[in-house]
């Protein structure tokens, strides 16, 4: 017993050291960057704490792409990980090859990396030890394979067999359904997926006791013909709704904007986050409603520095409009050091720039702490499920995020 309770005290000793090098470190690399992947407030008495549990679900997605920055996730501030994802058929079977841009054929990646990627298993070990549930997202973002699918009873059964294969092989029983239009879809498609989503839900449920099956649904789905927007039902067949709250902007877009802004309908937006609330709250009970936020910001090619300037078409001299991580973000602000504006109809921060490679004015609107803030503030004033992020590993290094969900939904 003095021999263990000594290699404890020794253990005790060496990561307090090494906690308290790697707060000094942070804290000289915080005064010259204010904005700083390391975090400022590491308490190394917290290793010892007993979690709190957070009062809301916190569910967020680990694309496949993001699995290198899994080592930045922090499980005590979790409840949910889904990982994105594979993909599946017409025929309810699993997309196993794609062809690349060279007409290769290759492995999927979001099936290589689950059947094969050891970092999988581990997070999953890890999970169960914090009690964070963990889903396998099962992917269908082609049209035509969609319809096929939906209109094919047996393929559901193919489906299932399937889906118990993957789950069982990593000793989990949850699953998130993401079935994606590249437009709109009727009614009678909206209804085959809500009767779709019952259909798995008791079949998982009648396998394995109480399983959990969480579906995505588009943010305009109570006004637009989406997959998902037979609502009524897909609440009751389903565990919970993620609302896909972003992309009101995209890189496309006429002008430069909020990619979800909270107010603004009719200024930048023909919809807005409060009015989508509004619209999901008619139909669906609030306990069934995950809000998905976004961990990303677009950067425009633009004509002025003005707010919501107009885009322009990029090219190989001048740049693109894109999608960057709030990391790479975040990393440009200590780069380029502009001045961040606040949009206070979107309450959202923004910022315009001279790209230092091209010349060619550019405008970025993102999320951080504050605007992240005041939607949290919805999900609890409105007594939502909880929060959901696309996507976990977008932050990188940056704590900043995960401690707002602490503040927010834990302490």
Not at 199 to 218: C, H, I, P, Q, R
Not at 240 to 245: A, E
């Amino acid at each position: 017993m003095r021999s263990e309770i000594k290699i404890i005290l020794v253990l005790f000793l060496v990561v307090t050291i090494l906690g308290g090098f790697s707060l000094y470190i942070s804290k000289l690399d915080y005064k010259n960057h204010p904005l700083t992947p390391y975090s400022s407030s590491f308490d190394i008495l917290s290793l010892f704490k007993e979690r709190k549990k957070p009062a809301y679900r916190i569910y967020g997605y680990l694309p496949y792409w993001n699995l290198e920055n899994m080592e930045f996730i922090e499980l005590d501030r979790l409840t949910d990980i889904a990982y994105f994802g594979i993909y599946i058929n017409g025929e309810g079977n699993f997309v196993k090859t794609v062809e690349d841009a060279d007409g290769i054929w290759i492995a999927e990646p979001g099936y290589r990396n689950w059947k094969e990627n050891e970092k999988i298993p581990q997070l999953i070990q890890a999970s169960k030890k914090f009690g964070v549930n963990f889903a396998l997202t099962l992917v269908a973002h082609s049209d035509e394979n969609n319809d096929a699918f939906l209109n094919c009873r047996e393929c559901w059964d193919t489906f299932l067999t399937n889906v118990y294969t993957e789950l069982d092989e990593k000793g989990i029983t949850d699953v998130n359904l993401n079935f994606e239009y590249a437009e709109y879809t009727g009614k009678e498609m909206a209804v085959k997926f809500s009767e779709f989503t019952k259909y798995t839900n008791e079949k998982l449920d009648k396998k394995y006791g109480n399983s959990g099956v969480v579906v995505s649904a588009f943010a305009d789905s109570p006004v637009k013909e989406r997959v998902s927007s037979d609502l009524e039902n897909l609440a009751k067949n389903s565990d919970g709704i993620f609302i896909m709250g972003y992309d009101f902007h995209r890189p496309t877009s006429d002008t430069a904007g909020p990619v979800a802004p909270i107010g603004g309908k009719d200024v930048h937006s023909e919809y807005d986050i409060e009015t989508m609330l509004r619209d999901y709250l008619a139909i669906v009970p609030p306990n069934k409603l995950l809000l998905g936020v976004p961990y990303y910001g677009y950067n425009w090619v633009v004509s002025n520095p003005e707010k919501y300037a107009e885009r322009i078409d990029g090219n190989e001299n001048i740049g693109f409009s894109q999608s960057q991580s709030y990391e790479t973000i975040m990393n440009l602000l200590i780069n380029i050091k502009p001045k961040v504006m606040w949009d206070a109809l979107g309450q959202v921060p923004y910022f315009s720039y001279i790209s230092e490679e091209t010349g060619q004015q550019r405008q970025v609107f993102y999320e951080n702490q504050r605007s992240l803030a005041v939607k949290y503030e919805l999900i609890k004033n409105n007594s939502l499920m909880g929060v959901g992020i696309w996507a976990l590993g977008y932050d990188g290094g940056y704590t900043e995020l995960w401690d707002l969900l602490y503040d927010e939904f834990i302490n």
